[in-house]
């Protein structure tokens, strides 16, 4: 069974950074591209960054480029975004989001508020 | 970026109703779309890709139809456990993939 566990999510000050994780679990983790996509409270989703397989390609949304850096470890079968330079529209559950171009299979997502 | 539009933004409806959510494209998507349900506090779930495909374990009353820039999701029969929101995705442009702003369907 495709399993997809965000963590890494909390309370964070303007400004601040997080670390959030995906741990994948089911599947060839090594053989798929993923996603990170957020959902702001009570909106809608929006997508956020992009990682490939391999020597990877990355793509961010331009809301988050220059703030946000996506990565993979295979070995582990994790995903991660590393957030810096937090603001408060940052604020909403982040889901990690398994590719082919739509999105098969998420997890349940992790929540990041930033506020002072 | 290819915007979406999804009409209408909610509607009410009973079980057993025919609901038919439209997703409409700013630039033709050759069918590169997908539909999601997501129900409070939970992950959106894939529904529909490629237009009219139907994920494997989705109930055979949704179904998918449309082309160029205008796609539906249709239920054919409401039941109780579709009561979520509704969102289209388009992955034709990529990056980025962009959302429609999400349909809800409450009970009458």
């Known amino acids: 069974e495709v399993q997809l566990v965000e963590s890494g999510g909390g309370l964070v000050q303007p400004g601040g950074s997080l670390r959030l994780s995906c741990a994948a679990s089911g599947f060839n983790f090594r053989t798929y591209s993923m996603n990170w996509v957020r959902q702001a409270p009570g909106k809608g989703l929006e997508w956020v960054s992009y990682i490939s397989t391999r020597s990877p390609t990355v793509y961010y949304a331009d809301s988050v480029k220059g703030r946000f850096t996506i990565s993979r470890d295979d070995a582990q079968n994790s995903l991660y975004l590393q957030m810096n330079s937090l603001r408060d529209e940052d604020t909403a559950v982040y889901y990690c989001?398994?590719?082919?171009?739509?999105?098969?299979?998420w997890g349940p997502g992790t929540m990041v508020i930033v506020s002072s | 970026d290819i915007q979406l539009t999804q009409s209408p933004s909610s509607l009410s409806a009973s079980v057993g109703d025919r609901v038919t959510i439209t997703c409409r494209a700013s630039q033709g998507i050759a069918n590169s779309l997908a539909w999601y349900q997501q129900k409070p506090g939970k992950a959106p779930r894939l529904l529909v890709y490629a237009a009219f495909r139907l994920q494997s374990g989705v109930p055979s009353r949704f179904s998918g139809s449309g082309s160029g820039t205008d796609y539906t999701l249709t239920i054919s029969s409401l039941q109780p456990e579709d009561f979520a929101t509704y969102y289209c995705?388009?992955?034709?442009?990529?990056?980025?993939?962009?959302f429609g702003p999400g349909t809800t369907v409450d009970i009458k």
């Open positions: 989001a398994r590719d082919p171009n739509y999105y098969d299979h």
């Open positions: 995705q388009q992955y034709y442009a990529n990056p980025p993939v962009t």
